[in-house]
Nanobody, 126 residues
């Protein structure tokens, strides 16, 4: 059974950095597109970043472009989201997700994904 587990969240001051990890079991991440999403308090879930299953093309929401970096470490079956220059508006629960099968693209559309982790809390505050 496929399982995704996020870790690396925490409390950080504005301008700080965190690296989230998404470790998979029951699925080989190398063959799948990956999405990172977040949900701020009182708001809906939004796509933050994605990694395509074709040529590892990466994509980012405008709000995080230039600050966040998504990467995949195949030997550890892990995907990372490196978050730099964090802002209070980056606060939320961060989720990684994989689709049911081949996606053929980088997508931050929630409906494209089937399997979700339990989330990692990120709080950016002074």
């Amino acid at each position: 059974q496929e399982q995704l587990v996020e870790s690396g969240g925490g409390l950080v001051q504005p301008g700080g950095s965190l690296r989230l990890s998404c470790v998979a079991s029951g699925i080989i991440l190398e063959y799948y597109a990956i999405g990172w999403f977040r949900q701020a308090p009182g708001k809906g879930r939004e796509g933050v970043s994605c990694l395509s299953d074709v040529s590892d093309r990466a994509g980012y929401a405008d709000s995080v472009k230039g600050r966040f970096i998504i990467s995949r470490y195949d030997a550890r079956n892990t995907v990372y989201l490196e978050m730099n220059d964090l802002k209070p508006e980056d606060t939320g629960v961060y989720y990684c997700a994989t689709p049911f099968g081949a996606l053929g693209k980088c997508s931050t559309v929630e409906e494209d994904y089937l399997h979700w982790g339990q989330g990692a809390q990120v709080v950016v505050s002074s």
